[in-house]
């Protein structure tokens, strides 16, 4: 990540001064919980891609400064909306926003990010961006959704659970490599070409997200091992794992699914049948495969340092498992 970050260190500063000036409200408390969570330790890869993606493009302007604190303002929106729905109690490292401060204001300040970030979007004056922005916070919305109603669902299959990790994680990391594309007016081959790097590694990231609920030290990644397990999230080691294991096997994770509490030695049941049945090692080659995918959809731009910094971003994605 030393080269990605020295390569855009300067653009990186104007857009944490940009978090701060668009922070500004009446109202003390909404500053308060955006810099609590804006602060909280996050890679700003999201913002990072936007910033590389129009440096790749050849953009020359300041708009990118604004639109990547405005992808940023929408990952956290999500992530302080997230965790009023999953009852969460930490995050990177430290405790969540409505641990703090509760849940109704967890809430109102992940809707005044949203209402900032689409002010911002509109100032920009780009009905392209504003559209790929847009379409990106629906399907975001419906991702959360369709995750919701699959709570619990073992039968549900890869192909399912990529809709989901498509509509809920990787649309947004999409559609900020497309808003570079589009800031350089890059032609529409080329467009697609960085949308779709996003989309596979933004599936890929995710991937990486479920196995580490497994197997991470929670003092390293400010993780909470077996989360996802404990919200009844069914994600793809577990998926791997009940195609492989025993009927006996999948109705014991079953009944430890839906209870509501999660046991050390329910958790250690689960941990041990996913790393039998190599659900980590299916999970990672998974995402090495998406990434292998998303370097490939570049080749429609020539070498450059913003193309091997996308590459060592997409290199990072994997080796934060290791």
Not at 60 to 76: C, K, M, N, P
Not at 138 to 151: D, N, W
Not at 281 to 293: M, N, P, S
Request: proline content about 1%; aromatic content about 6%.
């Amino acid at each position: 990540m030393d080269f990605v970050q020295n390569l855009i260190n300067e653009d990186i500063k104007r857009v944490e001064a940009q978090f701060c000036e668009d922070l500004t409200s009446r109202v003390p408390l909404i500053r308060t919980v955006g810099e609590y969570i804006l602060d909280s330790g996050g890679k700003r890869v999201r913002p990072m891609l936007l910033l590389l993606s129009a440096r790749l493009a050849g953009y020359q302007g300041d708009d990118h400064i604004g639109l990547a604190s405005v992808v940023e303002f929408i990952h956290t929106a999500t992530l302080l909306h997230d965790d009023v729905v999953d009852s969460a109690v930490l995050r990177r490292g430290q405790d969540t926003a409505n641990t703090v401060w509760g849940n109704e204001a967890s809430v109102l300040v992940g809707d005044f990010l949203f209402a900032k970030a689409f002010s911002i979007m509109v100032g920009a004056g780009n009905l392209d961006i504003l559209k790929t922005l847009s379409d990106a916070t629906t399907r975001m919305a419906e991702g959360e959704a369709l995750q919701l109603v699959s709570t619990c669902e073992l039968d549900i299959d890869e192909a399912r659970y990529i809709e989901v990790v498509q509509n809920k994680t990787a649309v947004l990391i999409s559609a900020a490599c497309r808003c570079g594309a589009i800031l350089g007016k890059c032609s529409a081959e080329q467009e697609a070409a960085l949308a779709t790097f996003g989309m596979e590694l933004g599936i890929a990231f995710q991937f990486m997200d479920d196995a580490l609920d497994y197997v991470a030290d929670q003092a390293k990644f400010g993780k909470v091992c077996g989360q996802d397990l404990l919200e009844g999230k069914v994600t793809l080691p577990l998926i791997h794992t009940l195609n492989c294991c025993s009927a006996q096997e999948r109705a014991k994770v079953e009944q430890i699914v839906n209870q509501d509490q999660l046991p050390a030695q329910d958790l250690a049941y689960v941990v041990d049948l996913i790393q039998r049945y190599d659900g980590i090692v299916f999970t990672r080659e998974r995402a090495l495969v998406l990434i292998d995918r998303a370097k490939s959809a570049l080749s429609a731009f020539d070498d450059c340092e913003a193309k091997e910094a996308l590459f060592r971003l997409a290199g990072y994605v994997i080796s934060r498992a290791k």
